[in-house]
């Protein structure tokens, strides 16, 4: 992935670094689907946290090629699990996102202690970014 710059990555951060709505593409056979996500973004990459046996992450076990859109932004990557948010290697991203999502993330709808609440990171390929008049572009190598 060809870096962005500094100017760009401090727009992501700006816009980003904090619980935002995007919209999520998957691919299901030759179908598209789309639906919204709370996500986090840092270093390159968007964190969300979900359930495994969800639809969504059934399309990404099948094909990691994921879209994003958001506050003037679209992108491509590739999405992984990071597995359970209760597991040990995910406690420090997990206790991130517990802050992050901090005014919903208690609210009954999602179980931590559920072994099947994941955490999926999507690592930005390709991306446009607009902001103030300037169009910034990541580019896979």
Do not use: C
């Not at 979900?50 to 003037?72: C, E, F």
């Not at 931590?112 to 999507?122: G, M």
């Amino acid at each position: 992935m060809k870096n962005w710059g500094m100017d760009a990555e401090k727009v992501m951060q700006e816009r980003f670094g904090h619980d935002n709505v995007l919209a999520l593409a998957t691919v299901d056979g030759t179908e598209p689907w789309v639906r919204y996500v709370n996500a986090y973004y840092e270093n390159g990459a968007f964190y969300v946290i979900t359930y495994a046996l969800s639809n969504k992450m059934r399309q990404i076990g099948a094909h990691p090629a994921v879209a994003l859109a958001g506050d003037w932004f679209t992108g491509r990557g590739q999405g992984e699990s990071l597995g359970w948010v209760g597991s040990a290697e995910n406690q420090a991203m997990t206790d991130k996102l517990r802050q992050v999502f901090a005014s919903w993330i208690d609210n009954g709808h999602t179980n931590l202690a559920d072994e099947h609440t994941v955490i999926l990171r999507i690592r930005l390929t390709e991306a446009v970014l607009f902001s103030h008049g300037t169009r910034y572009e990541l580019a896979a190598e």
